[in-house]
């Protein structure tokens, strides 16, 4: 039997919510939700929405993605495609880049790759 998305999504944020060193109060209000409905996703008793979990992520400083792999909205990516992620992160947080450095990158990488 596969673990409940819901369930496991609100033992996620927790954890997420303990290491960034937040209160339930603290998310919550930087996520622009009420304290009680954040307690209810970490307890597993309601499912957010995509908008809701986009902002948790940036209330946590953590990637969307992750919370949607962990909610059952998105499959977990294939080690090719975590590969090709670690590439383009790569190009996009590189200081000595410019805007028009990165798009070029990032096309031909993806040209490559058969993107």
Not at 6 to 34: F, M, N, P
Not at 42 to 56: F, M, T, V
Not at 102 to 114: C, E, M, P, Q, T
Request: aromatic fraction near 4%; avoid cysteine; proline fraction near 5%.
């Amino acid at each position: 039997m596969s673990p409940n998305p819901v369930t496991d999504l609100g033992g996620y944020l927790k954890d997420q919510r303990t290491q960034a060193q937040l209160s339930l109060r603290q998310l919550a209000d930087r996520a622009g939700i009420s304290n009680p409905y954040l307690s209810q996703i970490e307890r597993g008793l309601k499912k957010p929405s995509a908008e809701i979990l986009q902002a948790l992520a940036k209330g946590l400083r953590i990637s969307a993605e992750q919370l949607y792999v962990h909610a059952g909205i998105l499959d977990a990516p294939t080690d090719d495609e975590l590969s090709a992620l670690d590439v383009r992160r790569a190009i996009l947080a590189d200081p000595r880049l410019d805007e028009r450095q990165r798009k070029v990158l990032l096309d031909v990488y993806a040209s490559f790759i058969g993107d």
